[in-house]
């Protein structure tokens, strides 16, 4: 069957660069005051290669993305010696000239695409938009190329899922929706920008082979991220970036085995996988000992500190979690990794006691903390403890940082004034942060801090456990490099037992003495940390392991 | 070339059909439920109105008949007693009140011997149509005002917040003077006094919809707001889009789900109002009845009124939920 | 949160915009009114000057004179007391039962809070008037009925608010971590749940204030409030209503004073709330 097309998709491939820039500098003049985001950047993209532009928050690496599609935001001055997209100069392009490259020659791509689709719009309109704004009139043809662009990037049934929305569709699924939409018109340069944070391991593979088919029909990319693991997988030719200046530039693998500038060292050695066991992923504080100790062997497991025993819950119809049974011991690190939906969250809740399980029991030090009542559970929940993903919510927002580590003090402790806002001093020093933090409200704190003073509060009733929920996957890598040596550093002084729960298989396999792998809400695999990354058994493990992107 | 990932299906799919279809079905009972503890509120508040008028009930009502207050003999008294059964126990009476609501019988006027349907009914029609005018009138208004203004720098945010503000707590009974005032007095734009047809009904229509666009637009406005710094914004930019397409075909979808919502219960509020504006401007409407009565007493009028009105709201608020639900369907299949 | 706490907040700390000393200002001066009305009133009002009737504003008569040769400027701040006191009452009314109401609603045990919170949906769902018109027509016209019939009518809208409030401040994060780390319901309730709370509602409750006038006012527009010859507000928009031909001002005035009194809350309320959330 033969479409007529209304305007011809492919381009030919011109020798020599798509996109040159050359000292791009980007500034932000708000109520007088100027801020340079980007200080000189300087790369080529050539067709059927990727270029990553690494870095952390703040790094001014999404604000260049942006301005190379003409959308750097209002009040934002823009400066180079060179832009140019194959022989066009973009430095003088006016708004409804750029409506017509974008789409059409820039592709743009960016994380979930629960937010980056319409959620009210099916996703087949979507598509059909790019189409639209680039002279596709007939709506039939529009609707065909949706639908074959839908079956090119691997959807089943196209002709149904074109009309679901982005939420009645899997993760894999409308992420390639997604992907579908940028490349409508075939564009010479595609902009990934953060396109697989937040998506699970799985899905995040997906994504990275569609880039790839893209790369090898001849597309450009630009590839935004602050996963190292994530560019590695794709990048030809990687730019470091921090505080708006490239510090670092060359060929994908020379940056990343044989890094030059300390800022990208410490970058790479900040991730966390199988390779750092046991060692530090940050540099030390100058606050903290060097503790450079091999991984304790002596933490002695028969002391079962949480105990859980065939846990079911059911939300609605819905089984979250299916007959789960663990044992935590005495000083020791046990993960629980999975997919979203898969069940671990309400697993450390049950754990906590804050969610009631169906089936099952729960025994805390030994004595029964499920289906008893809340009145006798209230004096042992000092021993047990907890750390959100999101520190921000589980504060009161009236509260200072001093008065959230007072109040979480035990009164019983029977401490006088004096001796309270000491006990606080010293928790904030064991989390290494300054004393004049305790004055500060938790909004005007940076992330990591705010995470501290989270790990400070939960220190501060003296637990046996702490349950870490996702507790650092917010954070930026060098940042999480510091929380995990910082949980590391409490746990070997206080003989801390963690229930570490994250989808991040590498921060997993860094921390955790044992795993927990769940699925559908069931744990289909448990076993010794290494032993599960080396040689897993259960088909769920197995395809988990093998969607890891290779380490850095 | 086709990729299908084999993790795929290790990815949870959304709930078949059937289990929909179930969830559904339960949703909607609990809305008629709802609706029907509406009514059935409204019909007993009625009834508990007309029973806890002060005093001895056929007296009362035979000197809001006779236009004077006195006593009255249980002779004068018999007729009245048997027309509105007031020897009956009371919860006899109540029966019988909810049987001739379901009926679509609304009681005997105190006043006049008519049943209250027939001095209700026909005024109700003109009331309607000035308030359900109003009522679209206030989404034209509010829409424009707010695509316009939003999103577009701080200072046009604070002054069209502050123009929402303002005009939301303008009373009807001032507004509408005001609006006499200015254009069909001084300006002879619109005919002063209930002049029919369409140019009757601008300036009344106008005066209930400004202030149900400043309340309704205090909302949107939040969410467009919010809503042009979503990541989808961004996606329907890189495709090429312009601002102004943007606004419509993507920001105005979400930002009026709040105003839907709030339009269900605008028609009960926009009810009232148009009591007001129907003095002002003179309108045919239940307005005057209904004031009339008030000032008689004269309960059945009233709490007829009350019943029609609330089981309007029930039928709109109905119809709004099932219309949020077809623009958001997030919520059908969730 | 005490008073101290919201009279600090709003005298050190409070911006003092021009909108803000203008609301100041137009309080301060209906509060002195309604104090001592002979204080700032030029003319008596009920003073008769026939030859002087129905004049539109002048040097003489700021507000202009209504069929009867009254001073409207007169009338209009000798009606403050009552108007005030109406408004107050009623807001007084709806404020008291909103609190409990609302507090039942979102704290009650299961069976309490479901009858409750059922009750102030059905009655939130008529209109404020139609409501305050039946009780008017069961209690009668009058001040006092005013007053019950605004108060009753507006309590449940504040109630949701109430509930609401709580409710989410009851399911915020921050009363989970608390929860985990042992607290009892009592200590939560009031370390966190009541005063995260209370602190928007502030702004609603002065808000309140206002819109009790302008809907007792809205009762006697249509006759059905205080008797003539009140100079109460909205009474004298009922006596105007018969000349809006002739003279016009003796409607668009008292309505005026009524919108700008009801900013004037409006506004007052809202930068306590600021000042509130900003010096903390």
């Known amino acids: 069957m033969t479409i007529v097309e209304r305007q011809s998709t492919t381009v030919e491939r011109r020798a020599g660069a798509a996109l040159t820039v050359r000292g791009l500098r980007v500034d932000f003049t708000r109520d007088g005051s100027t801020r340079d985001v980007v200080r000189g950047v300087s790369f080529a993209l050539e067709p059927g290669r990727c270029v990553a532009i690494v870095g952390e928050s703040g790094s001014g690496k999404s604000v260049t993305a942006r301005t190379l599609a003409g959308l750097a935001g209002s009040g934002a001055v823009i400066e180079a010696d060179e832009i140019s997209l194959g022989a066009r100069d973009l430095t003088s392009v006016a708004e409804h000239d750029w409506r017509r490259i974008r789409g059409k020659q820039l592709g743009f791509i960016q994380q979930d695409a629960l937010v980056s689709l319409d959620p009210l719009r099916p996703v087949g309109r979507e598509i059909e938009e790019a189409l639209r704004l680039h002279g596709w009139r007939s709506r039939s043809d529009r609707r065909r190329k949706a639908i074959d662009l839908l079956r090119a990037v691997g959807v089943p049934d196209p002709e149904r899922r074109a009309l679901q929305r982005p939420h009645e569709l899997s993760g894999g699924l409308r992420q390639r929706a997604l992907i579908a939409s940028a490349i409508a018109l075939d564009p010479e340069i595609l902009i990934a920008d953060e396109p697989t944070t937040a998506l699970d391991v799985t899905v995040q593979a997906q994504v990275l082979a569609q880039l790839e088919t893209a790369k090898a029909r001849g597309t450009s990319i630009l590839l935004i991220s602050h996963d190292l693991s994530v560019v590695a997988q794709i990048a030809d030719e990687i730019l470091v970036m921090s505080g708006g200046e490239i510090v670092e530039q060359g060929a994908a693998n020379d940056v990343l085995t044989a890094p030059q500038h300390p800022y990208t060292r410490r970058l790479v050695d900040a991730v966390p996988g199988g390779h750092t066991r046991g060692e530090r992923l940050a540099p030390q504080d100058l606050t903290t000992p060097n503790l450079h100790l091999p991984r304790a062997a002596s933490a002695e497991r028969d002391d079962a500190v949480l105990e859980v025993r065939g846990v079911s819950k059911r939300f609605a119809g819905v089984t979250a979690v299916d007959q789960v049974s663990f044992t935590l011991g005495r000083g020791e690190t046990l993960g629980i990794v999975g997919e979203s939906g898969s069940g671990k969250s309400t697993t450390a809740r049950i754990a906590l006691a804050l969610e009631s399980a169906d089936e099952g029991e729960v025994r805390l030090l030994g004595t029964p903390w499920s289906g008893v009542p809340e009145r006798q559970r209230r004096s042992l929940r000092p021993r047990i403890g907890v750390v959100y993903q999101d520190p921000l919510s589980s504060f009161d927002p009236r509260w200072t940082v001093g008065r959230i580590l007072s109040d979480a003090i035990p009164a019983d402790a029977g401490l006088t004034r004096v001796e309270r806002t000491r006990r606080v001093a010293d928790l904030l020093a064991q989390v290494s942060l300054p004393a004049e933090t305790r004055g500060r409200l938790p909004l005007r704190l940076s992330g990591g801090q705010r995470q501290r003073v989270a790990i400070a509060r939960a220190l501060a009733t003296s637990p046996d456990v702490i349950v870490l929920d996702e507790a650092v996957s917010a954070l930026d890598v060098s940042v999480q490099a510091q929380i995990l040596d910082l949980l590391i550093d409490l746990q070997r002084e206080y003989g801390l037992s963690y229930l570490f729960i994250s989808h991040d298989l590498g921060v997993i396999h860094h921390m955790s003495d044992r795993v927990l792998v769940m699925t559908g809400g069931r744990v289909v695999e448990e076993g010794d940390a290494d032993r599960i990354f080396r040689a897993p058994e259960h088909p769920y493990t197995r395809a988990l392991i093998r969607s890891l992107p290779k380490p850095v | ?334 | 949160m005490t008073v101290i706490d919201v009279a600090r907040a709003t005298r050190s700390r409070a911006r003092l915009d021009p909108a803000l000393l203008a609301s100041l200002a137009a309080v301060a001066f209906f509060l002195v009114a309604a104090v001592v009305p002979g204080f700032l009133s030029p003319h008596a009002p009920t003073a008769l000057a026939l030859d002087e009737a129905l004049e539109p504003p002048s040097f003489a008569h700021w507000f202009g004179t209504d069929q009867i040769g009254r001073d409207l400027l007169s009338r209009v701040i000798h009606g403050a007391r009552e108007s005030l006191l109406i408004g107050f009452g009623a807001a007084g009314i709806a404020i008291v039962a909103a609190i409990v109401l609302g507090t039942l609603a979102a704290l009650g045990g299961r069976v309490v809070s479901a009858v409750v919170s059922r009750a102030i949906e059905v009655v939130f769902a008529f209109p404020i008037l139609l409501l305050a018109l039946l009780l008017v027509s069961i209690l009668g016209a009058s001040a006092w009925t005013q007053v019950i019939a605004v108060g009753v009518s507006t309590a449940p809208g504040y109630a949701r608010m109430v509930r609401g409030q709580i409710l989410s401040a009851k399911n915020a994060g921050y009363v989970e971590a608390a929860r985990a780390l042992g607290h009892s319901p009592r200590r939560i309730l009031t370390n966190h749940v009541l005063p995260n709370a209370i602190r928007p509602l502030v702004a609603v409750f002065t808000m309140a204030l206002g819109q009790s006038i302008v809907w007792a006012s809205g009762l006697s527009f249509l006759g059905l409030g205080v008797a003539p010859p009140s100079s109460e507000w909205g009474a004298l928009l009922d006596a105007g209503r018969a000349f809006i031909m002739q003279a016009p001002w003796l409607t668009f005035i008292p309505g005026l004073i009524i919108v700008v009194f009801a900013l004037a809350a409006t506004t007052i309320g809202s930068r306590i709330q600021q000042n509130l959330e900003k010096g903390e």
């Open chain 2, 1 to 334: 070339m086709t990729l299908t990932s084999s993790t795929e299906t290790l990815t949870t799919e959304p709930k078949p059909g059937a289990e929909r279809g179930g969830r559904r079905a339960r949703r909607f009972l609990s809305r008629i439920s709802g609706a029907i503890v509406v009514l059935w509120g409204a019909a007993t508040a009625a009834f508990l109105a007309q029973a806890a008028l002060p005093g001895d009930r056929a007296t009362a009502i035979f000197n809001i008949r006779a236009g004077q207050a006195q006593e009255r003999t249980p002779a004068e008294l018999a007729p009245i007693v048997d027309a509105f059964g007031l020897d009956d126990p009371l919860l006899l009476q109540y029966l019988h009140y909810i049987g001739a609501l379901l009926r679509g019988d609304l009681g005997t006027s105190y006043q006049q011997f008519r049943p209250v349907w027939d001095l209700i009914g026909e005024q109700l029609g003109s009331t309607l149509i000035l308030t359900v005018t109003g009522i679209a009138l206030a989404w034209l208004v509010m829409v424009s005002w707010v695509t316009l203004t939003a999103g577009r720098g701080a200072r046009l945010k604070n002054i069209g917040s502050a123009v929402d503000t303002v005009t939301a707590s303008l009373p009807p009974y001032w507004l509408g003077i005001l609006l006499l005032l200015v254009f069909a007095l001084w300006l002879g734009w619109f005919p002063v006094m209930g002049g029919g047809g369409l140019a009757g009904i601008v300036l009344p229509a106008l005066t209930l919809a400004i202030p149900l666009a400043g309340f309704m637009g205090q909302a949107v406005r939040a969410e467009y707001e919010r809503t042009l710094d979503q990541p989808f914004v961004l996606s329907a930019r890189m495709r090429g889009m312009g601002d102004l397409g943007i606004r419509i075909r993507h920001v105005l979808r979400h930002a009026s789900l709040p105003a839907v919502t709030l339009t269900g219960w605008a028609l009960g509020a926009t009810i009232s109002g148009a009591v007001i504006v129907e003095q002002i401007y003179s309108r045919p409407g239940i307005g005057k009845t209904l004031v009339s009565a008030v000032g008689a007493q004269d309960l059945p009028v009233v709490t007829g009124v009350v019943v029609l009105v609330a089981a309007l709201y029930v039928v709109a608020n109905v119809l709004v939920d099932v219309a949020y639900t077809l623009i958001d369907s997030r919520l059908r299949t969730s």
